[in-house]
């Protein structure tokens, strides 16, 4: 196994200010992202828009919104698999 030239703090802070990624969730998840969001019908479909720390940065009802969010900021989007 290759050791990683990073140590986890450094490698969490890759990307800050600068990378974005969107990750789609229920309503039902948003409370544990969003604290402070309202209440919310059960089982609608969002995507939240989280900074490469992954933090919360907006949520959306439609990808597309949130990656428009992302460009607004001048935020670059990449995909997490």
């Known amino acids: 196994m290759t050791q990683s030239?990073?140590?986890?703090?450094?490698?969490?802070?890759?990307g800050a200010g600068q990378v974005a990624y969107v990750r789609?969730?229920?309503?039902?998840?948003?409370k544990r992202l969003f604290p402070?969001?309202?209440e919310l019908q059960?089982?609608?479909?969002?995507?939240?828009?989280l900074s490469a720390e992954g933090a919360?940065?907006?949520l959306a009802d439609s990808r597309d919104t949130?990656?428009?969010?992302?460009?607004?900021?001048?935020l670059q989007t990449v995909s997490v698999h």
């Not at 030239?5 to 890759?14: G, H, M």
């Not at 059960?42 to 828009?49: Q, R, Y």
């Open 24 to 30: 789609e969730m229920t309503s039902d998840d948003v």
């Open 66 to 74: 949130a990656i428009a969010s992302a460009w607004e900021n001048q």
């Open 5 to 14: 030239p990073f140590t986890p703090e450094q490698f969490a802070k890759l």
């Open 42 to 49: 059960s089982g609608l479909k969002l995507f939240a828009l």
């Open 36 to 38: 402070q969001a309202n």
């Open 56 to 58: 919360p940065i907006v």
